[in-house]
């Protein structure tokens, strides 16, 4: 607002400063001295013109801030203006007469007192001073300061450095600005409404005081004529000014609210930005502990990630150095010279309770003791025995332990223990031994030997330093060969056609290899082919060839030589012709002496020929057999399964090799070519390793997509063993049960076992399951029966080579169920219980790299229901109803011939037919079933049964009833006319008496 002022018609000139009120007008007025009666009329009007001046500009102001009052004020103030209006024409021309008078008299000076104005501006000047303290435009400067402030870059970007303790800081000097400047803008909005209130008074006094006014210079109209045309002239401009000022107040309220808006906004945003701060700090912390935590989580994940590969190294330095001892001691198998242990004394050691031997000891002399030794057997149950491929365990599990915790062995010992095996697997297996190493499960060098007072049985030796769980196991025989720059030739122990050769410089440095070798028979591929849809096309298959390698690459190729059986067509062919040769040379064709004159003269003809056909060999036999006819025309094929196939008479075939990765897919291997060198003898060449390989014979039609399918199918038929689960009850006391599960081709020998030991009764085995060897056979019941024992659920491990049975006594679950059944039923259900490593696919991806790659795998154990087998047991326990008490039965009737000692004959000449005369004499099926249990349950006889049949039928016959010819018709009836017979002739002889 400008500081001066100008007022109108008066040339006053009064202060406004930025305190100021409205009433700081100019001290000096020059004005012409009026007439003695204008004088009095205008002096007091001027005196009102001033302090409505005053009063209407201080309400104005105060309209401006006050908005719910405007506009009542804005309409009083324009009343009062017409009303000065109205007294301004009245007095229009008496004005301007007087005016003229006036012009001519001298002009008098009136100096109005300055001391009033100047004390108020020092108060005001002195109330500014005083609240330096607070100016807007310092508020405003530090508000575009503390804007500049979050505008850089130090507040922008959070980061671990992010200054915490600066942003409280100046949020909190935000925070008091605001504060002050709030309760600045309070006291100002106090302090103007009550200068409203005041104002607003003044203003009524002056509407008062102008009416009354205005009415006094209505009743004189012609002497305030010039007045009326000063005031209307005054008021015009009084109207401009009030205008302005009202602006101005606008101006200043509009700008006092934004300023209170911004000044709201500002503590709303320091409120977040404290809270922001606040969320900051917290998260720059969290940040820091997961950093921390994450620090200490890497760590222990490097730490446990380097125990992990230590170990592993260890594990595999100790595979290598048990490696390299166990190809040393293959290589030179046979010609070891006598050991030492030879000499030391065997002590036979028998099991806990038990006369059976366990094993053999031979310890260094003065300084092994046998009785510092236990030997007891272990339950499988008891510990996990982790069985590899392939793998079958052929004996108890021992555990040698000390007498006493402080008995130690001071040297070696050598530990010989008995295992059984069959002559065929003995051809393809070898026996081994597994220790319980720290409670992990490891193979340790052994060697089989013998005794001689003990020619029965076989041992496999083995070397330990501290007492240790042993096990006996076999598995596929290994051969170990070392091979090097020089060509070299392996050939397997298993099968002698089977072998590897290998060129010159095929390896730059020395190469170990491990070869095994898995025979597929052609039972297997016979129940492939008759059960599998994907096998129909498979005529042959070689065995499974599982080969180590140390190095990834060959310079050169390596040759294979391994046996298929040939095609079945060409077999059959072969076979019917030596089948031909041999009945040739056991029956040779007699051949007649030629006379001696055609003799010579046949030799004579031979000498001729130049060409004298020589005798074939064998080989070139087979490949003339081999050899299709070039003249003969292909043979037809026929529709077989939904594909056009030739029948068993093609001898025509496909060979393919087909690989297992380490993922466990089979697949094609490309470009092999593959040569028959004899009937059941291939070659081919490979050029990189090969973990497992086989070679399929299939039909010519086959599509090479089935072969994966075709080797998985015989490789996992080759890992299951195919049982039957055999229940057989006591003969004696059917309660009694034994439960076993046995290969279906001993599954005859275990029946006459279980015969044999008194168990004879019982149901039919089940059908063929396929389980795999040391899985969990758990029995569960169902139905009203149950295992009479603590335990319920009774469980064994399967061995093919092991007895794999257990016994348990059955019971019913309740004797009041099943009522109409003379036996309790249920059903035994047969689980088979395996852990199963889960896929790494299947793992959640948030899982470390320490989770996946650990040894430790976590298992996963899986229940699966092989087969059910109903079972019965006997009521015997059960206490028998009572026998009923029958009412004893009196014929009285002597006038007929159909009395007590005729039924009696006829029961007793009766026989099964009794129940179709029963039947036939309209007796029911329910007396029937209560004569039987009656005879069941009592000490009745067949004939008793027979005799009440009788009596039943006669008690509920009339007396008018011809009963002779009743009963002689139901005689003939059923095939018993010589008893009809005698019914006539007993009536014939009662008719004569």
Same mark, same amino acid.
């Given at each position: 607002?400008? /500081? ?22 100019? /001290? ?17 009007? #001027? ?37 000065? =209006?109205?007294?301004? /024409? ?80 100046? +949020? ?161 198998? %046979? ?72 008995? =130690? ?149 390596? +040759? ?43 030799? *004579? ?58 993922? %466990? ?59 039957? +689960? ?13 439960? #076993? ?94 852990? +199963? ?61 159909? *009395? ?21 004499? *309209?007796? /029911? ?69």
């Amino acid at each position: 607002m400008p /500081s001066e002022r100008k007022h109108g018609g008066h040339g006053g000139h009064g202060g406004h400063g930025r305190h100021d009120h409205g009433g700081g007008h100019g /001290s000096t007025k020059t004005s012409k001295r009026p007439s003695s009666s204008a004088k009095k009329r205008t002096a007091p009007a #001027e005196d009102k013109e001033e302090e409505v001046i005053a009063s209407v500009q201080s309400v104005n102001e105060i309209n401006g801030n006050s908005r719910e009052s405007g506009g009542n004020d804005i309409t009083d103030m324009e009343e009062v203006t017409n009303g000065l =209006k109205a007294e301004e /024409s009245t007095s229009e021309a008496e004005d301007t007469a007087k005016r003229d008078e006036d012009d001519a008299k001298p002009e008098v000076t009136i100096t109005e007192p300055e001391d009033s104005a100047n004390e108020d501006r020092e108060l005001w000047a002195e109330k500014s001073r005083e609240d330096d303290g607070f100016n807007i435009r310092s508020f405003n400067d530090n508000i575009l300061e503390f804007t500049e402030i979050f505008d850089s870059d130090r507040y922008k970007n959070v980061d671990e450095d992010y200054p915490v303790e600066d942003l409280i800081g100046v +949020v909190a000097q935000i925070s008091n600005t605001i504060e002050e400047f709030k309760q600045q803008t309070q006291n100002s909005q106090q302090q103007l409404e009550g200068l409203r209130m005041k104002m607003k008074q003044v203003k009524e006094n002056i509407q008062f005081s102008v009416s009354r006014k205005a009415f006094d210079i209505r009743t004189d109209d012609d002497l305030q004529s010039v007045e009326e045309r000063e005031l209307t002239e005054k008021l015009a401009k009084l109207n401009a000014e009030i205008a302005k000022a009202n602006s101005d107040l606008s101006e200043a309220l509009k700008l006092s609210a934004e300023t209170e808006s911004t000044a709201v906004r500002a503590q709303i945003a320091a409120e977040r930005a404290k809270e922001e701060a606040k969320r900051i700090e917290e998260e720059v912390e969290l940040r820091a502990q997961q950093e921390e935590r994450r620090k200490r989580e890497e760590a222990k994940k490097m730490e446990e990630l380097r125990k992990q590969q230590e170990e592993e190294a260890r594990k595999q330095e100790e595979e290598k150095r048990a490696k390299e001892a166990e190809w040393k001691r293959r290589e030179t198998a %046979g010609t070891e010279k006598a050991a030492v242990w030879e000499n030391w004394p065997a002590h036979e050691m028998q099991l806990s309770g038990s006369s059976d031997l366990a094993c053999i000891i031979r310890g260094k002399p003065n300084s092994f003791d046998e009785s510092s030794v236990t030997c007891k057997e272990i339950d499988q149950l008891d510990i996990d025995l982790i069985y590899g491929p392939q793998e079958e365990l052929m004996g108890s599990i021992i555990q040698l332990a000390p007498t006493s915790e402080n008995i =130690k062995l001071q040297s070696p010992i050598y530990v010989a223990i008995p295992f059984t095996i069959s002559r065929a697997s003995g051809h393809s297996r070898e026996a081994f031994v597994k220790a319980d190493i720290k409670g992990e499960w490891r193979e340790i060098p052994s060697t089989e030997v013998t005794y001689d007072n003990h020619k029965d049985l076989k041992f496999v030796q083995v070397e330990i330093k501290d007492f240790l769980t042993l096990a006996v196991m076999t598995r596929l025989k290994r051969d170990y060969v070392t091979f090097s720059k020089r060509p070299s030739k392996l050939t397997s122990s298993c099968d002698h056609r089977i072998t590897v050769t290998v060129a010159r410089d095929t390896f730059y440095r020395k190469e170990h290899i491990l070869l095994q070798v898995q025979p597929v028979d052609s039972a297997t591929v016979h129940d492939l082919q008759s059960k599998n849809g994907n096998c129909k096309h498979l005529l042959a298959s070689s065995p499974i060839l599982q080969t180590q390698w140390e190095s990834h690459e060959f310079h050169k190729p390596i +040759v294979i030589t391994l046996p298929c059986p040939p095609n079945p067509a060409k077999a059959r062919k072969i076979a019917q012709m030596r089948k031909l040769k041999e009945e040739k040379m056991k029956n040779p064709q007699k051949i007649n002496p030629l006379p001696l004159d055609v003799r010579e003269k046949e030799e *004579n003809q031979g000498k001729q020929n130049k060409t004298k056909p020589k005798k074939k060999t064998l080989q070139e036999q087979l490949a003339e057999i081999n050899a299709p006819p070039e003249e003969e025309k292909p043979k037809p094929t026929k529709w077989y399964m939904g594909d056009y196939a030739h029948n068993d008479d093609d001898e025509n075939d496909n060979l393919y090799l087909v690989a297992r990765t380490g993922t %466990g897919k089979w697949f094609v291997v490309p470009e092999v070519d593959i040569a028959q060198v004899k009937l059941d003898l291939l070659q081919f060449t490979i050029e990189k390793p090969l973990e497992q390989f086989m070679v399929l014979r299939v039909r010519t039609n086959t599509e090479e997509e089935l072969l994966p399918f075709m080797s998985s199918a015989i490789f996992e038929l080759l890992q299951k063993r195919y049982v039957q +689960v055999v229940i057989k009850q006591r003969s004696d006391n059917p309660f009694d049960t034994r439960l #076993e599960v046995a290969p279906v081709s001993r599954i005859n020998k275990v029946i006459k076992h279980l015969n044999e030991d008194g168990f004879e009764d019982g149901p039919d085995p089940s059908q063929i399951v396929g389980v795999c060897e040391g899985d969990i056979i758990e029995i569960n019941f169902r139905g009203n029966i149950q295992n009479n024992s603590s335990v319920k659920c009774p469980k064994f491990v399967y061995n093919s080579n092991l007895p794999s049975s257990t016994e348990f006594f059955l019971s019913e679950v309740d004797q009041y169920l099943q009522r109409n059944f003379h036996v309790f039923r249920g059903v035994v259900e047969v689980y088979r219980v395996q852990y +199963v490593v889960p896929d790494k696919k299947t793992v959640a991806r948030k899982e470390s790299v320490l989770d996946e790659n650990s040894f430790c795998v976590r298992k996963e154990k899986k229940k699966i229901l092989i087969c059910e087998i109903p079972i019965t047991i006997p009521k015997y326990h059960v206490e028998p109803a009572p026998l009923p008490v029958q009412a004893p039965v009196v014929i009285r009737n002597d006038s007929d011939p159909v *009395n007590d000692d005729l039924m009696r004959h006829l029961a007793a000449d009766m026989g099964d037919e009794w129940r179709k005369v029963a039947m036939t004499l *309209n007796i /029911s099926r329910a007396r029937i079933q209560a004569i039987l249990r009656n005879t069941q349950i009592g000490e009745s006889t067949e004939e008793d049964a027979r005799y009440q049949m009788l009596i039943t039928w006669l008690k509920k016959m009339p007396k008018s009833i011809d009963k002779v010819t009743v009963l002689t018709n139901a005689f003939m009836k059923n095939g018993r006319p010589d008893l009809a017979e005698q019914v006539r002739i007993k009536d014939e002889a009662f008719k004569r008496n």
